[in-house]
């Protein structure tokens, strides 16, 4: 009787690379899927600014959607992705504008929805590699298929950073403005939308000319589509 020969290497590695691949999708749906209902006890960006500053504080405290104010869901909306309730978590018209901006000569911009800035902040790290786009647009898409609209933002509010060290919204409130984030005016949600670009350079407290054009620009915007336009998502 012939003896086996051995299985080759590389189709022994090429075999552990795809179970070790299908371990950790299957992990990540898990983990998205309890994230559904339990809020994430901290975010990849959150580990990532304390490892770079361990002796700066960080500042974060949790709220429920219905305990900020709706004026801030909707200036998010505004600023960064007017086609949140419409699109899967990404934004493809919003790309294609962003590919022929930059053919055309201008600077190329990010085009994130806020589902792919959501799944990035928990689980990725900052950078323009294709490799971290690629896990973004896959983890948004997951997003959207397990969680609705409504715990997106607020997932994305709690956690997205406002300030050198300050993460979510019931943080930024207290410390620009002295208010919990359910008392938020129109014109102060449209203040920490501005600086969600670049939150380390921009300040909501010490607005600069730019941000207030922002601010301006995102007040037209959400007049423009309304409270009524996030009901029901």
Known sequence: ?????????VRKALRWLAWSF???????????FLFRFVNPPTSAFIIGHWLDHPDQDIRQAWVSYEQISPWMPL????SEDQRFPEHWGVDFSAIHSAVEEYIQGEGLRGASTISQQTAKNLFLWN????????????????????????RILEVYLNIAEFGPGIYGVEAASRAFF????????????????AVL???????????SAYVWER??????????LGLGYLRGI
């Open 1 to 9: 009787m012939a003896r086996r020969r051995p299985e080759p290497l």
């Open 22 to 32: 299908s371990g950790a999708l299957a992990a990540s749906v898990l983990i998205l």
């Open 75 to 78: 200036a998010v909306v505004a």
């Open 127 to 150: 950078g323009r590699s294709f490799v971290r786009k690629a896990l973004e647009a896959g983890l948004a898409v997951t997003l959207e298929v397990l969680w609705p609209k409504e």
């Open 178 to 193: 002295g208010i919990p984030a359910n008392q938020l005016s129109r014109t102060e949600a449209a203040m920490l939308a």
């Open 197 to 207: 670009p670049n939150p380390k350079v921009f300040r909501a407290d010490q607005p």
């Open 215 to 224: 601010v301006s620009w995102i007040n037209q915007q959400m007049g423009q």
